[in-house]
DNA sequence: ATGGCTTCCGCTGGAAGA
């Protein structure tokens, strides 16, 4: 089972990246944030086109900011929008979804920036980030927890410590509270898979961020450890962020190896898989 | 570097992002 999770600043503005990478990937289960679009809007923008890769969808949007989504086709139940108890800012932001896919409790989130320590929106990010510890606690240690942390864990995951220095995403209160989180037992997949590496996930459209690779990782998948443990692959997937139209954040990627008693879901064939060309390719001949 | 891009709504500017 391959899961991703994507934040695609604008999923009005990321059709053209976004489906294609989707028959590119074909992961079976990919969480989305900022879509930045209401759930009938994107439903309309976009419920064809999913439906006819066979995506169940769970959306929780808004008009302007934030939203949320998760697609599978491996299963869509128990669907919860929202991060119930948790506070607003003032009123409750569409930036959390949470469902159960391939057996998985996997959620989709979109952390509170922050904006800066000690404002009133960096408490906020603190409080919400309590709350979602609590809900994962709540929950089956089979789970995924996956989004735009919007926290890079540790130094290594920005790439000058020195230029993030009183500004949020690296302060000990945002790296403590998501100490908290993983402390339930969740495990950083991308770094465990990249200890040494160099692994951003972000990088401002600014100033040739990208192509300097002068960015940060703050999108992480944080398995459960039954899943960590079916962990057979994890990375980001830097080719999303080039070319034309990008996000400024890549995607990241986990494949699983399916539990021994679990179901992937239906078999879909690659989009290539059809006739056979006549005259090109001799296939064998029965005699 | 003081936001250097990009997006949104909604109207051509201001806010937000990290």
């Excluded at 949020?168 to 200890?195: I, K, M, S």
Aim: glycine fraction near 8%; proline fraction near 8%; include cysteine.
């Amino acid at each position: 089972m391959r899961v991703a999770t994507w934040n695609v600043n604008s999923a009005k503005q990321r059709v053209p990246r976004l489906l294609p990478w989707l028959d590119q990937r074909r992961p079976e289960v990919v969480c989305l944030q900022e879509t930045k679009l209401t759930d009938d809007a994107f439903r309309a923008l976009l419920g064809g086109e999913l439906a006819a890769r066979d995506y169940e969808v769970a959306l929780y949007g808004e008009v302007q900011w934030n939203g949320v989504a998760i697609l599978s086709r491996v299963g869509l139940d128990n669907v919860v929008r929202g991060l119930p108890g948790a506070p607003g800012f003032p009123h409750q932001e569409a930036r959390a979804v949470a469902a159960t896919c391939g057996g998985v409790r996997v959620h989709s989130l979109y952390v509170p920036n922050g904006r800066t320590p000690d404002s009133d929106h960096y408490h906020y990010k603190l409080e919400w980030l309590s709350v979602l510890r609590d809900t994962v606690a709540a929950g089956p240690a089979d789970v995924l927890v996956c989004g735009d942390m919007n926290i890079a864990p540790a130094d290594a995951d920005v790439f000058d410590p020195d230029a993030y220095v009183g500004q949020t995403h690296v302060t000990a209160a945002e790296r403590a509270a998501l100490a908290r989180l993983t402390d339930l037992g969740l495990h950083d997949v991308v770094r465990d898979r990249w200890p040494d590496e160099r692994v951003f996930s972000y990088w401002d459209y600014r100033a040739g961020m990208f192509h300097q690779d002068l960015g940060m990782r703050i999108d992480l998948i944080l398995a459960g450890t039954p899943v960590a443990d079916r962990v057979r692959a994890a990375w980001v997937d830097r080719a999303a962020r080039k070319g034309t139209g990008p996000s400024d954040h890549a995607p990241v990627i986990v494949d699983i190896d399916t539990a021994p008693d679990g179901d992937i879901g239906p078999v879909v064939p690659p989009p290539s898989a059809g006739t056979p060309r006549r005259g090109r390719h001799k296939l064998p001949q029965a005699r």
